[in-house]
C-alpha cells in the first residue's frame, strides 16, 4: 500500500510563506493525480490545489495567485508553494494522491490520504 508523509506545515505571520511537501512511498503502483486539501475548523474539507499528470493545474479562487502546486514525478512528491499567506488559510493540509495498483494485467484505482499538516497564519 502507498504510503504518505506530510511536512512544511508550521507558524507564520500573514504575508509569509511555506512549502509543504508530501512525499508517497512503496511501489507497484503509479500516481494519476495528486491534489492538497485544507479543512479549518467546523468548516468542510475543500480543494485548494490538483495536478494531474499532464501536468495540467487547477486551483480554489481563494489561492489564485499565491499557491502554486507542482510535482517531482522521480521522487512521488507533490508541493505546495504558499506565498502572501492570510490568516484564513489556516488549516489542516491534506495531501491525497489517486493512483493506480499493477499486479501483472491487474488494475486497481485507489485513493490516499496524507496524516495532515497544520498551518497557522497569525495576524
Known amino acids: 500500500q502507498v504510503q504518505l508523509v506530510e511536512s512544511g506545515g508550521g507558524l507564520v505571520q500573514a504575508g509569509g510563506s511555506l512549502r509543504l511537501s508530501c512525499a508517497a512511498s512503496?511501489?507497484?503502483?503509479?500516481?494519476?493525480?495528486m491534489g492538497w486539501y485544507r479543512q479549518a475548523p467546523g468548516k468542510q474539507r475543500e480543494l485548494v490545489a490538483v495536478i494531474t499528470t499532464s501536468g495540467s493545474t487547477n486551483y480554489a479562487d481563494s489561492v489564485k495567485g499565491r499557491f502554486t502546486i507542482s510535482r517531482d514525478n522521480a521522487k512521488k512528491t507533490v508541493y505546495l508553494q504558499m506565498n502572501s499567506l492570510k490568516p484564513e488559510d489556516t488549516a489542516v493540509y491534506y495531501c491525497q494522491i489517486g493512483g493506480t495498483y499493477y499486479s501483472g494485467t491487474f488494475r486497481r484505482n485507489f485513493d490516499s490520504w496524507g496524516q495532515g499538516t497544520q498551518v497557522t497564519v497569525s495576524s
Open positions: 512503496g511501489g507497484g503502483f503509479s500516481i494519476n493525480a
